[in-house]
């Protein structure tokens, strides 16, 4: 059992040593989300709105774009559909 505890203690000791070294990105981040809260949201919280809005904004453009080919028009590049 003393074995174990060593290793575990040096385990602990790199993990506590890569938590110090990135105190400044955990303020960065606290930084960042109190920096959103004017807009009402916090920093992660609203991140998946700025992926989820321009896809459904693509799809819509597309599907509307597909459904409004007219069979034997032309396309826009010259060429018969």
Same mark, same amino acid.
């Given at each position: 059992?003393? /074995?174990?505890?060593? /290793?575990?203690?040096a385990?602990? &000791? &790199?993990?506590i040593?890569t ?23 916090? &920093?992660? /919280? ?9 896809g ?6 597309? &599907?509307y ?10 396309s826009?590049?010259?060429? /018969?559909?």
């Amino acid at each position: 059992m003393g /074995r174990n505890i060593y /290793r575990l203690t040096a385990a602990f &000791a &790199a993990l506590i040593g890569t938590m110090n070294d990135s105190v400044a990105n955990f303020d960065a981040f606290v930084a960042l989300n109190d920096s959103t809260n004017p807009l009402c949201f916090t &920093a992660f /919280r609203g991140l998946g709105w700025c992926y989820l809005l321009p896809g459904v904004l693509t799809v819509a453009a597309s &599907a509307y774009r597909t459904s409004t080919n007219i069979p034997g028009s032309t396309s826009s590049i010259g060429g /018969r559909l």
